[in-house]
């Protein structure tokens, strides 16, 4: 059964930092993405940052510039350098895994979820 496992989010005061890292256990296929959504209270689950096995990166507009999604494919995790925090990336932050297959995707799986709060 394939898991993820997050870590590293917690309480910071805005203009801080913060990095979270989600090791994903079992076969993530050699073709897939790996990435962050985080979901707000009373909002949607919305992308953050995902990134390619082969190393291409999206980001959401609100983020660009201040967050970098990387990952280390020898231990299969993801990482999320989150810099110049503001109050509105408040959040719970999902890492993603999305295996393909044949160039499709097959399926998808969610971490648990690690609560980042930023707040002076």
């Known amino acids: 059964q394939l898991q993820l496992v997050e870590s590293g989010g917690g309480l910071v005061q805005p203009g801080g930092s913060l990095r979270l890292s989600c090791a994903a256990s079992?076969?993530?296929?050699?073709?897939?993405?790996m990435g962050w959504y985080r979901q707000a209270p009373g909002k949607q689950r919305e992308l953050v940052a995902v990134?390619?096995?082969?190393?291409?990166?999206n980001y959401a507009d609100s983020v660009k510039g201040r967050f970098t999604v990387s990952r280390d494919n020898a231990k299969n995790t993801v990482f999320l350098q989150m810099s110049s925090l503001k109050p509105e990336d408040t959040a719970v932050y999902y890492c993603?895994?999305?295996?393909?297959?044949?160039?499709?995707?097959?399926?998808?799986?969610w971490g648990q979820g690690t609560q980042v709060t930023v707040s002076s």
């Open positions: 993603n895994l999305r295996r393909y297959g044949s160039m499709r995707p097959i399926d998808n799986y």
């Open positions: 079992g076969s993530i296929f050699s073709i897939n993405t």
């Open positions: 990134i390619t096995s082969g190393g291409s990166t």
